[in-house]
């Protein structure tokens, strides 16, 4: 078995025995213990009662989170003519049409956002089974096609998060940095928990939220009481 390190074996004393905790003390545990040389995301995920197989009871949402994610986010935008200027304008890192879905197709995906106008829909629509399983296919749904390439740029790189839920009925993103004031995280966990939850779909049976933790990259994670979470 491999020997663990000082800063690991640390880190795992200080969670023992520590669960269902509160956002702030969940945040407070996970920050102090976020000891890495680079600034280290705080990440969420929630574990939901749904099965994905079935399109009503699938979650997916967008959230612009109060305080940003302290990650700088590259946008790619798949637009002509005057959306195409609007877009660059606004600060869309990578823009283009034909050319842009070749550079795909080819491997190259240099962007953490794809946002697309309506009539761009065919040619992206090429790249389902590239972009889909990336989560980043642009969905209507999540406001990523849409003729207000402005507003979506100047969204994405403001700091919104877009969520989905996985195989397993899993939920997760990045809720900030380590960098950030347990304050703001604490808001930030408060509002995607909150998003998720108005994100309850149809045909979701039973307990609808399960679980939430809380973990930074290089840390381990720990489990936030649900009812509180919720009800806050």
């Not at 380590?178 to 928990?193: G, I, M, P, T, W």
């Amino acid at each position: 078995m491999a020997k663990l390190g000082k800063r690991t074996r640390a880190a795992r004393e200080a969670f023992a025995g520590k669960e269902n905790l509160t956002i702030e003390e969940a945040v407070a545990l996970v920050k102090a213990n976020a000891t890495s040389k680079f600034d280290e995301t705080i990440e969420i995920a929630v574990n939901l009662g749904v099965d994905t197989r079935h399109a009503d009871q699938m979650v997916r949402g967008v959230i612009g989170l109060p305080n940003g994610t302290g990650k700088s986010m590259r946008v790619a935008v798949f637009a002509r003519g005057a959306k195409a200027d609007e877009a660059k304008e606004a600060g869309a890192d990578i823009v283009g049409a034909e050319d842009l879905m070749e550079t795909i197709q080819g491997g190259t995906i240099e962007f953490d956002r794809c946002i697309a106008t309506p009539d761009m829909m065919p040619v992206v629509g090429r790249l389902g089974k590239i972009l889909g399983p990336r989560n980043l296919m642009p969905n209507p749904k999540v406001g990523t096609v849409t003729m207000d390439v402005k507003a979506a740029v100047e969204a994405a790189k403001g700091g919104e998060v877009q969520f989905k839920a996985e195989k397993g009925g899993v939920v997760h993103a990045g809720v900030g940095k380590a960098s950030f004031d347990e304050a703001k995280l604490a808001e930030n966990v408060r509002a995607f928990v909150s998003a998720v939850a108005k994100a309850k779909p149809s045909g979701a049976k039973g307990a609808y939220m399960k679980k939430i933790a809380l973990s930074s990259t290089m840390g381990p994670g720990v489990t936030v009481d649900v009812e509180k979470a919720v009800s806050e």
